[in-house]
Every structure is written in C-alpha cells, then in structure tokens.
Nanobody
C-alpha cells in the first residue's frame, strides 16, 4: 500500500520559515517524481513545486515551481530516506493552506495529475 505522510506544518509569523517533510512507502521512491500542492479555503488546488526522478542538471534533479512561490521555496529529495522536503522562506499570509505531498511515475504528470496523495499538513502564517 502506498503511503505519503507529511509533517512539519504549523503556525509561523509572516517573514518566517518552515520545512515540510514527506515520507514515502509502498512505492519505488527513486522511480517517482515528487511534488507539493496546496489548497486554501475557497480556492483551487495550486501546484507548488516538483522534483524529477530521472532528468538532472549539473546540480541535481530538475525542479519546477509555481510562480507564486518561485524564489522563496525550495524542493529537495533524499532517495536514501525515501523523503522529499519543501523549504519555505519569506512566508506571508497568502501561503496559508493545507499542503499535500504527491507522487507520480511521470515527471510531467506529477504537476497535473499525481497518482498518489498524502493527507496534508496545515500551514498557517499569521500577520
């Protein structure tokens, strides 16, 4: 059974930072692209970030970011631990949402139609 378990959410003041973690099991982690999405009350699900499993640049696996978080958030993965992370800096009230971990065997599909989802972790940014 595939399981994605998020952790690291919580309450943080504007301008602060949080690091989210996602532990994966029941799948071949190194063969899956991983991603993060978020959803705020009354809003559509929003793509946050993704990281490839088999397409690399000089510094590591290729990464992609939503326009609203580009330059502030960083996604990374550790295949030895079956984990993906999201470092969030410069948080503001618009970042308040439930954050979901996602996985897919497609580097493109993970950004649109992931195969697996976690249950989510709440991130609340206070002003």
């Amino acid at each position: 059974q595939v399981q994605l378990v998020e952790s690291g959410g919580g309450l943080v003041q504007a301008g602060g930072s949080l690091r989210l973690s996602c532990a994966a099991s029941g799948l071949t982690f190194s063969s899956n692209a991983m991603g993060w999405f978020r959803q705020a009350p009354g809003k559509e699900r929003e793509f946050v970030a993704s990281i490839n499993y088999n397409i690399w640049n000089a510094n590591g696996p290729s990464t992609y970011y939503g326009e609203s978080v580009k330059g502030r958030f960083t996604i990374s993965r550790d295949n030895t631990k079956n984990a993906v992370f999201l470092q969030m800096n410069g948080l503001n009230a618009e970042d308040t949402a439930v954050y979901y971990c996602a996985a897919s065997r497609s580097n493109v599909g993970v950004r649109t139609t992931p195969e697996y989802w976690g249950q989510g972790t709440q991130v609340t940014v206070s002003s």
